[in-house]
């Protein structure tokens, strides 16, 4: 979850259980000038100190359902493989 952990905090916390507990944790863990992404939706109400978003903190959601697994996946894929050819190809050309 943490990116670029520095001792105040990282900068950008992803949330993806929808765990309460991990939810307010991620919250907690994230820079006061940091953003905190939820991609997992809680069952529960959670509980954060609001006054950090008045002071640049962003607490924001993710907007999902537009994915279509059956052709977003091989296509992620089929991307990756072209990305770490063209580094290999580069690499040994250098």
């Given at each position: 979850?943490p ?8 900068r ?31 069952h ?25 697994p059956h ?24």
């Amino acid at each position: 979850m943490p990116r670029d952990r520095g001792r105040q905090g990282t900068r950008q916390g992803d949330e993806t259980t929808g765990v309460k507990g991990v939810i307010e944790m991620a919250y907690d863990l994230t820079h006061a000038d940091g953003t905190c992404v939820l991609v997992g939706v809680p069952h529960e109400k959670v509980s954060i100190s609001t006054l950090p978003i008045h002071f640049n903190k962003v607490l924001t959601g993710s907007h999902g359902g537009d994915a279509r697994p059956h052709v977003d996946i091989p296509r992620i894929i089929r991307d990756g493989v072209r990305a770490g050819a063209a580094l290999l190809r580069r690499h040994h050309h250098a």
